[in-house]
């Protein structure tokens, strides 16, 4: 069956940066496309970014652009989630999510998530 | 970009029928079919209902449907359930070629 589970979740002072991790298992990695997506304590779901099967295409939420970096490493089915520049506002349940086979638009299956909270 | 624009509550009783509305922009809802539907029961994982504005995965039931008009998504439940009582989030593809969640609704199964 399907498996994801993140981790390098924690707590970290604004401006430094943080690496989550999602190892992938139960499914081809390499032929899907992946996300991730977050929801801040009580609030809702988040988009975040988005990466192509082969890692060639990636796309970012306007509120990440240029702080964060989504990459895969399809030997080790494992995906990736750079954050540097890390603000209060980022501070969240981050969740790694396979997309669904009917479209990279949508999503099937998700991790239980690793919790991020950015404080002084 | 800001998120799409969801009631925060609906409710219902069981057997009944409601709807929950998701209003975006030509940008996004307007300009594109990609858009699907979230059932979230906390600290379960979002289950996806509704894709492609109207078609169902496997498994979930006909009594959940979508709809599109204009600018604006509707997802609705027919024949309410006690387990249907749950957030529900829509989301599209945009033209920055970026998703976007709706602010969510609580449906509550009176």
């Known amino acids: 069956q399907v498996q994801l589970v993140e981790s390098g979740g924690g707590v970290v002072q604004p401006g430094r940066s943080l690496r989550l991790s999602c190892a992938a298992s139960g499914f081809t990695f390499s032929s899907f496309g992946m996300h991730w997506v977050r929801q801040a304590p009580g609030k809702g779901l988040e988009w975040v970014a988005v990466?192509?099967?082969?890692?060639?295409?990636?796309n970012y939420a306007d509120s990440v652009k240029d702080r964060f970096t989504i990459s895969r490493d399809n030997a080790k089915n494992t995906l990736y989630l750079q954050m540097d520049s890390l603000r209060p506002e980022d501070t969240a349940a981050y969740y790694c999510?396979?997309?669904?086979?009917?479209?990279?638009?949508?999503?099937?299956?998700w991790g239980q998530g690793t919790l991020v909270t950015v404080s002084s | 970009q800001s998120a799409l624009t969801q009631p925060a509550s609906v409710s219902g009783s069981p057997g009944q029928s409601i709807t929950i509305s998701c209003t975006g922009t030509s940008s996004d809802i307007g300009g594109y079919n990609y858009v699907s539907w979230y059932q979230h029961h906390p600290g379960k994982a979002p289950k996806l209902m509704i894709y492609?504005?109207?078609n169902r995965p496997s498994g979930v039931p006909d009594r959940f449907s979508g709809s599109k008009s204009g600018n604006t998504a509707s997802l609705t439940i027919s024949g309410l359930q006690a387990e249907d009582e749950a957030d529900y989030y829509c989301n599209s593809y945009t033209s920055s070629t970026t998703l976007i969640f709706g602010g969510g609704t609580k449906l509550t199964v009176l």
């Open positions: 999510v396979k997309r669904y086979s009917g479209g990279w638009y949508y999503f099937d299956y």
């Open positions: 990466i192509s099967f082969d890692g060639g295409t990636k």
């Open positions: 492609e504005v109207n």
